[in-house]
């Protein structure tokens, strides 16, 4: 019973591509969760300051708005296995050249400016890497009715890396430095390297478009807007990444200044919002179908949103730590639906605008929503700042119902039109197109 429910959840690893892509990236996500946990604890303890952890997070990704659109409308020119190829030896170039700065001392309380121009290359690399991944997905597995499990159990490694990762980030950061914790996270990109370097995919021959990248642009964004599912999964996915997703920003604060606490406060956070979040990767992949996930969606997203409410006034650690169990639960959902859903959907010839829509979205909506939330965390304070976001997520979330049906209704128009309705698996199917 247990191994058929493993081998049912998992059952996009039995595509050895797959998992090759699968045993690389899980090494390499645990260094990014080290990271991100020394970073944003590295930033905080040598400026003070909750206006530049948010700068921070904005350069990394505010790259993504003018440079994902162009990536999206080149995805079927390039080699996306090749390219990915190119951006994990860039990331780990980047992540030595600050391991290295911080280490040798260089990276100081007088001088901090290289933090944020290595936070702008990141970004820029992150631009071309992540829609091209997102893409990658289904180069290769070769399957579309198993991309929405390779969605799912991509969304459970991304989060088992998370559950490790910070706690060990903060673990690290008390026993060595954070220059040792970015030097970990520059080694973890050898294996994800490796593996890529072992995958077999074979592309047709490239054929050469005269059509104008600006023009296959506008009709990415277009298609996008003219379909209603999409239009609204992309429209919850930035009130979700401005308002609700920008909480990760203040936690250092949290930890520090709320909770009374040190870098192993901020790893434990991280790591419980890392087992609710692996939770629902779980849970998620044991779908068969796509059937039902548009009334999760909005379920989550209510329970993510509460949830923040009430650790926005915690002064409990264990309450904190139960609190974020919900909300990675419910945010890892939110987010890992809208890209099943939207993958599921997408035509695929408009699959590579689509989906650098889609990271173009996150990208830019997560940085100013960094940039929002520590400038008002600085004027109000990080409890009443979270408290105030997470009631706008809420409140989405609550005036979504009344167009439930809708979604619905367009939805599945969508799947029968570009011949996917086998990732809802209705038994039948019809529609007026």
């Known amino acids: 019973m247990i191994l058929r429910f493993i081998r049912k959840t998992f059952v996009s690893l039995s595509i050895r591509n797959y998992r090759l892509f699968f045993t690389g990236q899980v090494i390499s996500l645990i260094g990014t969760w080290i990271q991100r946990t ?46 990915v190829i190119y951006t994990q030896i ?23 400016y290289p933090i944020l121009i290595l936070a702008l290359a990141q970004g820029i690399i992150e631009a071309v890497d992540s829609p091209i991944r997102q893409n990658l997905l289904i180069d290769l597995i070769g399957d579309k009715k198993m991309l929405p499990n390779a969605i799912a159990t991509n969304s459970a490694m991304f989060n ?114 890392g087992i609710g979040a692996l939770t629902g990767s779980i849970v998620l992949a044991s779908k068969t179908s796509i059937r039902g996930l548009p009334q999760r969606l909005l379920l989550v997203g209510i329970l993510a949103s509460t949830s923040m409410i009430f650790f926005s006034r915690s002064l409990s650690l264990p309450i904190s730590m139960f609190l974020m169990l919900f909300i990675g639960f419910g945010m890892m959902m939110n987010m890992a639906t809208t890209n099943t859903l939207i993958q599921s959907l997408v035509s695929d010839d408009m699959r590579g605008r689509v989906l650098s829509s889609y990271t173009m979205t996150f990208m830019s909506m997560s940085p100013f929503g960094s940039l929002i939330i520590g400038s008002l965390s600085a004027k109000f304070g990080a409890q009443y700042t979270m408290l105030a976001c997470s009631s706008i997520c809420l409140l989405w979330s609550l005036s979504s119902f009344s167009i439930l049906n809708r979604f619905i209704t367009n939805m599945l128009k969508m799947l029968v039109r570009n011949s996917n309705s086998g990732v809802y698996r209705m038994p039948r199917l019809r529609l007026n197109q």
């Open 38 to 83: 020394t970073m944003g604890w590295f930033v905080y303890r040598l400026t003070n300051s909750a206006f530049l952890l948010g700068l921070v997070s904005f350069l990394s990704m505010i790259p993504s708005l003018p440079i994902s659109p162009f990536v999206g409308a080149w995805a079927d020119r390039w080699n996306r296995h090749h390219t």
């Open 160 to 273: 088992a890396a998370r559950l490790v990762g910070p706690a060990v980030g903060g673990f690290l950061i008390v026993l060595f430095s954070e220059g040792v914790c970015f030097a970990i996270n520059a080694a973890s990109y050898l294996p994800v390297i490796i593996t890529l370097l072992m995958i077999k995919v074979n592309y047709p021959k490239l054929v050469h478009h005269k059509e104008s990248v600006f023009r296959k642009i506008t009709e990415g964004w277009a298609y996008a807007y003219r379909s209603f599912p999409i239009r609204y999964l992309l429209m919850n996915l930035s009130i979700y990444t401005l308002f609700g997703m920008s909480y990760s920003t203040l936690l250092p604060v949290f930890a520090k200044d709320v909770l009374g606490g040190d870098s192993s406060t901020q790893g434990l956070l991280m790591s419980t919002a």
């Open 90 to 112: 860039a990331f780990l170039i980047q992540n030595a050249i600050l391991a290295t700065m911080v280490l040798t001392g260089f990276i100081n309380t007088q001088r901090q």
